[in-house]
């Protein structure tokens, strides 16, 4: 192990590693990709091979064994996440973790505990915070290009997709709750990076299609420090006509509208009327990498730290849990302050 060079292990080299982000750790500077892990070995072998990667394993423990690695990506699905996390900062080895997090508030409380009671670092892989497209709305909110923020309004509504293979998003026990954990952790970070911390939250979430066994509607409200209010609409079983990703913050002197898997920023205000095409990286959280990178060796502070992802849980939770009282549900948090 070198204090210069950043030596990873990745347990879970699937999908989302074959692209987004598995190459990347290459790419980096300062880091290396020296091991990968998944259950099924052939398929280990195979990532690694393809990948120019040394090492293989179908076994976590022997890949946390391995001496040389000082940093492990967690890319499994999220029910694994905290026993992985847990065993990872137990072995010595810093975290790169994906989203979700964990499950629920309480696996994020033990993961926060834990982050703080070793020697350990640990980054949540919320990488669109350091994408074109995110960096310049961060940028133009500090400026005041559309003056005080409001309000903001966030619609995510999708059909529902008949041959996604990953069934396991569907599976309460392994994803959380559906595809709003999967594609809601992403959308909610930005807007705790962009507004921070929050009074209030309520949600709702239904079952409307009855297609599967989780829900595919949510609803949901915060209340920022700031005064800054939100509301958001996901959907994944919805007509094709009402189709749509648009996310619009609407400031004193103007809006930012963007959508969540185009590159393109409209910024309209009383100054300016502007479109801004980005393009994203090959694999995508290159730049959220490179920045952990970064961290691990102490040239920077936390890109996205544990207590960043455990806000994240909590407001996702409130969107979505259920709690019924005499008049029916409620579904209401209230931060201390």
Not at 16 to 33: D, I, M, R, T, Y
Request: some cysteine; aromatic content about 10%.
């Amino acid at each position: 192990m070198t204090n210069d060079t950043v030596i990873w292990g990745i347990i879970g080299c699937g999908d989302v590693a074959e692209v987004k982000s598995g190459p990347a750790f290459q790419k980096c500077q300062n880091s290396k990709l020296l091991a990968v892990m998944r259950r099924n070995g052939d398929l280990a072998e195979d990532f690694a091979k393809r990948h120019y990667v040394p090492f293989w394993y179908s076994d976590a423990d022997k890949l946390l064994a391995n001496p040389d690695i000082n940093a492990v990506y967690i890319a499994t699905p999220p029910s694994t996440h905290l026993h992985y996390a847990l065993k990872a900062l137990e072995a010595g080895k810093n975290v790169y973790i994906e989203k979700p997090m964990v499950l629920d508030d309480n696996e994020a409380l033990e993961l926060e505990n834990a982050v703080n009671k070793s020697n350990q670092k640990l980054v949540v892989a919320h990488y669109r915070r350091f994408l074109p497209m995110y960096v310049k709305v961060k940028q133009l909110i500090d400026s005041d290009a559309i003056g005080s923020i409001k309000f903001v309004d966030l619609r995510f509504l999708q059909p529902y997709n008949f041959n996604d293979k990953a069934t396991w998003r569907l599976d309460e026990e392994v994803s959380g709750g559906g595809y709003f954990h999967d594609i809601a952790p992403h959308q909610i970070d930005l807007m705790y990076h962009f507004f921070g911390d929050f009074d209030l939250a309520k949600g709702i979430a239904v079952n409307q299609s009855n297609i599967n066994k989780v829900d595919d509607t949510v609803n949901g409200i915060i209340s920022f420090k700031n005064g800054i209010q939100f509301r958001g609409m996901w959907s994944f079983a919805i007509p094709n006509y009402l189709e749509e990703d648009r996310c619009t913050i609407y400031g004193e002197n103007g809006t930012i509208e963007i959508s969540f898997y185009k590159e393109t920023l409209k910024l309209n205000s009383n100054k300016i009327n502007k479109t801004f095409e980005f393009k994203n990286p090959e694999n995508i959280q290159q730049p959220m990498i490179q920045e952990t990178v970064n961290y691990f060796l102490g040239k920077r502070s936390n890109p996205c730290p544990v207590e960043d992802g455990k806000l994240v849980t909590e407001l996702m939770q409130e969107f979505t849990k259920k709690e019924t009282i005499q008049n029916g549900a409620n579904m209401e948090v209230v931060r201390a302050k």
